[in-house]
């Protein structure tokens, strides 16, 4: 036998159990990304229980939410979330796992309050100053839909702006029409 038959013969043999072992490959891979996902869909459920706690609380400021059922749905929202803590914990050992979980969870709302209460500080305008504003951004939306009908795009050849009104290319000369 020719040794390019042999190797062309244990190539065919190579590629055939590559195929054949294939699932059995893809079960070992699988399973990473099960624990993948499910710990992304806790992560995603913390996140949701945050959020739930922290517009309950602003719907409670706001006064539409009656004084004797916030406490209730503020206990139950705290004890959903708190739950999931401890499977998050539970998924990845977390060192903080010997804290109280409702504790955290407690201090993860009032970190979501402080950023939002930091995010756009309050600015008080006199009338004067606020029709000043108004009329700069009238002023510059009007220049830019202005700027906008006279622009008809770029040059195919060269790619610099052109106007509606050119039939050639104030930089190479290219028709544009």
């Known amino acids: ?105 407690e201090a993860a709302v009032a970190a979501r309050r402080a950023d939002a209460a930091t995010e756009k500080p309050a600015v008080e305008l006199s009338d004067e100053e606020l029709e000043a504003r108004i009329a700069a951004r009238r002023k510059a939306r009007n220049a830019a839909q202005w700027h906008k009908e006279k622009a008809a795009g770029f040059c195919p050849k060269c790619g610099k702006a052109i106007l509606v009104s050119d039939r050639f290319c104030p930089s190479c000369g290219k028709a544009v029409n």
Not at 11 to 34: F, K, S
Not at 41 to 54: C, G, K, V
Not at 84 to 98: S, T, V
């Open 1 to 105: 036998m020719d040794i390019g038959a042999i190797f062309f013969v244990l190539t065919v043999l190579t590629l055939v159990g590559m195929y054949v072992g294939q699932p059995l490959m893809r079960r070992y891979a699988r399973q990473p990304l099960q624990e993948n996902h499910a710990y992304s869909a806790l992560m995603a459920e913390y996140e949701r229980a945050i959020d739930t706690l922290q517009e309950l609380e602003f719907d409670y400021l706001l006064g539409k939410i009656p004084a004797e059922d916030y406490p209730t749905q503020r206990a139950a929202l705290l004890s959903q979330g708190a739950d999931l803590l401890r499977r998050l914990d539970e998924f990845n050992m977390n060192k903080e796992a010997g804290q109280d979980a409702q504790a955290r969870l």
